[in-house]
């Protein structure tokens, strides 16, 4: 598979910096621009259609009052996005969908491969047990709760099973720390090597050519 090029929006966030030092030891992706609102030595949001570099997909790690603009400028760029921003207006979430009907957009939730077997087992269990089905999840001090994973998680048993998945949101840890368990299967995810590895591969996976739709890490290998 060729080398995907990204242009990452939130390039100085804590993702976005983290990414650009990942993308710099592999030969599989690289971020040839940034987008910030805070630094001049990227894009501002104002400047979208300055961006003279070629890239293949757009990465949102920033927030979502820059949603309809990045939304707007994938949509004329007709390129791919991946949006990791914390989405939770219904306006914007509608933006998406139909968005996604014109270019493939993958909105996270989760992009971890290990979380994903774990969400794949709870299906499995959901799918056979009498009993209520609980997720709880356990973060750090500061993460936005119930988080995507536990929303897409909740959607999955239910569209898969006709189940309702309540959640249990506790918000514990100092460290970057989220553990996630239902029953006796669970999963802990610690800090963020994980998460970026799996953007840049999901990074990879959209840029090659699948068709326009809504996309999470499930419905990604589904396809």
Known sequence: MKKVNILWSGITGRTGQLALEFSKQNNFVTIVAGVSNSNSSYYNYDELDKIKEKFDVIVDFSHEDNLEKILQFALKAKKPLIIGTYIKDAKHINMIEEASKIIPIFKGGN????????????????NTSTEDIVLVETHYKTKKV???TALELKEMVLNKTGKQLKIDSRLEYDDLINDYKVNNISCHVQGFDGLIEGVLKVAQIMSSNIKPDLYNLNKLFDE
């Open 111 to 126: 992009f971890r491969f290990d979380v994903k077997k774990f969400m794949d087992d709870v299906i499995e269990y959901a």
């Open 146 to 148: 119930p988080s995507q």
